[in-house]
């Protein structure tokens, strides 16, 4: 199998991403918030978005509760359209993901 896929995550790159985050293990943390995911909790998730230029290379994917991926998901939401009006806007996902455990710490 390929470890770069173009277009969305398809189903079988999805599998195999799961099997060798999990690979050995019955739990594997939320790349964001650090909490024990099982394998049907987890979402495979891009680093830098796809929308933001990030790619479906196996190093741009990791693994993140579903509460942790829709917060991060509405901050890239938020960068594309600041884009979309002209702005300038760098991004650095090692900015948003210290971010989001800004927000999740607060949460919590």
Same mark, same amino acid.
């Given at each position: ?10 189903? *079988? @790159?999805? #599998?195999?991403?799961?099997?060798? =985050? !999990? %690979?050995?293990?019955?739990? /594997? ?18 680093? *830098? @978005?796809? #929308?933001?230029?990030?790619?479906? =290379? !196996? %190093?741009?994917?990791?693994? /993140? ?44």
């Amino acid at each position: 199998m390929s470890k770069n896929y173009r277009g969305k995550l398809g189903r *079988l @790159a999805r #599998a195999e991403f799961l099997r060798r =985050a !999990f %690979a050995g293990r019955r739990r /594997a943390p939320c790349a964001i918030c650090g909490a024990p995911l099982h394998v049907d909790e987890a979402t495979v998730d891009h680093v *830098l @978005a796809s #929308a933001l230029g990030g790619s479906n =290379a !196996f %190093a741009n994917l990791q693994l /993140a509760c579903a509460r942790c991926a829709s917060r991060k998901s509405a901050l890239e939401a938020g960068i594309c359209n600041r884009r979309s009006k002209g702005h300038r806007v760098e991004v650095d996902p090692a900015k948003l993901v210290a971010i989001l455990r800004r927000d999740v710490a607060r949460s919590a």
